[in-house]
């Protein structure tokens, strides 16, 4: 203790404190509050804040994305702490520091509500966890989501609208644009047949036979499905399989990030680059992104094959989304589905004269 002491008188005057009658362990403390947290901190009276963070996210079943981002909302965290002179310190995070960082750090800053309570979620979980492992109380962040924007007070095309499809005049930039033979496959691939970049990239020689496309991983039980292979897409889809092992991908070089299988994040981050080159954005100011991405091509497909007039149910099941209309599959055999979906995908044609099949 008295090395403690000592060491905190060092640093109270190293912020300008002097000697005088100096107790660091003395209520209310005369150091400097550098140094009374460096005190509080040596004498096991409070704990850092992030120590238990790698133990809370090794226990989870978290994907390892999700882990990422719980590491950069605690670091968010302690930056705002410093900035704000307050203890980055799991005793000393209080209601109030929790509503002052939110205020500060999101509501002020005009961050979107949905970027603002994934972080907010992600430090909510982790106190919780702490509550359960060491017995915390009461948890800080519990009631402190920002409120989802009323959706009649936001206005399609303003800063907070939705994200949207492609422009047909868009379509024809970026597909005839100087794309690199994976990004243009790639590009192709989604705008024909309504696919996730991410499972495009899972495709395997296996899951492209038959004139199909099989996606075996998605982000839901309706995603793994069936999608015909449009026929503008099938001599491209035979040249990329060639006489290549059933495993292999059908994008081989795509680099897996290692974050749960991930191997189109280096060809989504080189696309913006390429979209932006070609000036397709769409970015209104206030807004956190664009309003297009390579997602937009899967709008796209989705507006085409409802212009022509398939039914809502029939485009859901190509997509892998889950379907609310009243009409149910369960009405159709295998076979008649199947003539559906292929006479669905077969709609959607590319802006002349990029459509393969004319």
Same mark, same amino acid.
């Given at each position: $203790?008295?090395?403690?002491?000592?060491?905190?008188?060092?640093? %109270?005057?190293?912020?300008? *404190?002097?000697?005088?009658?100096?107790?660091?362990?003395?209520?209310?403390?005369?150091?400097?509050?550098?140094?009374? %947290?460096?005190?509080?901190?040596?004498?096991?009276?409070?704990?850092?804040?992030?120590?238990?963070?790698?133990?809370?996210?090794?226990?989870?079943?978290?994907?390892?994305?999700?882990?990422?981002?719980?590491?950069?909302?605690?670091?968010?965290?302690?930056?705002?702490?410093?900035?704000?002179?307050?203890?980055?310190?799991?005793?000393?995070?209080?209601?109030?520091?929790?509503?002052?960082?939110?205020?500060?750090?999101?509501?002020?800053?005009?961050?979107?509500?949905?970027?603002?309570?994934?972080?907010?979620?992600?430090?909510?979980?982790?106190?919780?966890?702490?509550?359960?492992?060491?017995?915390?109380?009461?948890?800080?962040? $519990?009631?402190?989501?920002?409120?989802?924007?009323?959706?009649?007070?936001? !206005?399609?095309?303003?800063?907070?609208?939705?994200?949207?499809?492609?422009?047909?005049?868009? =379509? *024809? =930039?970026?597909?005839?644009?100087?794309?690199?033979?994976?990004? !243009?496959?790639? $590009?192709?691939?989604?705008?024909?047949?309504?696919?996730?970049?991410?499972?495009?990239?899972?495709?395997?020689?296996?899951?492209?036979?038959?004139?199909?496309?099989?996606?075996?991983?998605?982000?839901?039980? !309706?995603?793994?499905?069936?999608?015909? =292979?449009?026929?503008?897409?099938?001599?491209? =889809?035979?040249?990329?399989?060639?006489?290549?092992?059933?495993?292999?991908?059908?994008?081989?070089?795509?680099?897996?990030?290692?974050? %749960?299988?991930?191997?189109? $994040?280096?060809?989504?981050?080189?696309?913006?680059?390429?979209?932006?080159?070609?000036?397709?954005?769409?970015?209104?100011?206030?807004?956190?992104?664009?309003?297009?991405?390579?997602?937009?091509?899967?709008?796209?497909? !989705?507006?085409?094959?409802?212009?022509?007039?398939?039914?809502?149910?029939?485009?859901?099941?190509?997509?892998?989304?889950?379907?609310?209309?009243?009409?149910?599959?369960?009405?159709?055999?295998?076979?008649?589905?199947?003539?559906?979906?292929?006479?669905?995908?077969?709609?959607?044609?590319?802006?002349?004269?990029?459509?393969?099949?004319?």
């Amino acid at each position: $203790m008295y090395q403690i002491t000592d060491r905190a008188e060092e640093i %109270d005057l190293a912020a300008g *404190g002097t000697r005088g009658d100096y107790e660091p362990f003395a209520e209310p403390r005369a150091a400097a509050k550098k140094a009374t %947290d460096f005190v509080k901190l040596a004498s096991a009276k409070v704990t850092p804040a992030d120590l238990y963070v790698e133990r809370w996210l090794a226990a989870s079943t978290y994907s390892e994305r999700t882990k990422a981002d719980a590491r950069t909302a605690l670091s968010q965290f302690k930056d705002w702490c410093t900035k704000a002179s307050q203890g980055f310190f799991i005793e000393t995070t209080t209601d109030r520091v929790a509503a002052d960082f939110r205020d500060e750090a999101f509501v002020k800053a005009g961050v979107h509500f949905k970027t603002a309570n994934k972080k907010l979620s992600a430090l909510r979980q982790y106190w919780t966890w702490l509550e359960k492992s060491f017995g915390v109380k009461s948890n800080p962040w $519990m009631r402190k989501s920002l409120p989802k924007a009323k959706a009649h007070r936001i !206005a399609p095309d303003g800063p907070m609208g939705p994200e949207r499809p492609f422009t047909d005049d868009e =379509i *024809g =930039i970026l597909l005839a644009g100087p794309a690199d033979a994976d990004m !243009a496959n790639a $590009m192709r691939i989604s705008a024909l047949s309504g696919m996730r970049l991410d499972e495009i990239g899972q495709l395997r020689v296996r899951d492209c036979r038959d004139d199909t496309f099989r996606v075996t991983r998605s982000k839901s039980a !309706a995603g793994v499905r069936t999608i015909p =292979i449009h026929s503008a897409l099938r001599p491209m =889809i035979k040249k990329l399989m060639g006489n290549r092992d059933a495993a292999d991908y059908l994008f081989p070089d795509f680099q897996d990030t290692g974050w %749960d299988g991930n191997r189109t $994040m280096a060809l989504s981050k080189r696309f913006t680059y390429y979209r932006k080159k070609l000036g397709v954005h769409d970015k209104r100011p206030g807004a956190r992104r664009s309003k297009v991405n390579f997602h937009s091509f899967r709008r796209w497909f !989705a507006t085409k094959a409802e212009d022509a007039g398939h039914r809502e149910n029939v485009v859901a099941d190509i997509m892998g989304h889950e379907s609310e209309v009243g009409i149910t599959f369960g009405l159709y055999s295998n076979a008649q589905l199947k003539r559906q979906k292929r006479s669905c995908v077969e709609a959607v044609r590319l802006p002349a004269p990029l459509d393969g099949s004319s």
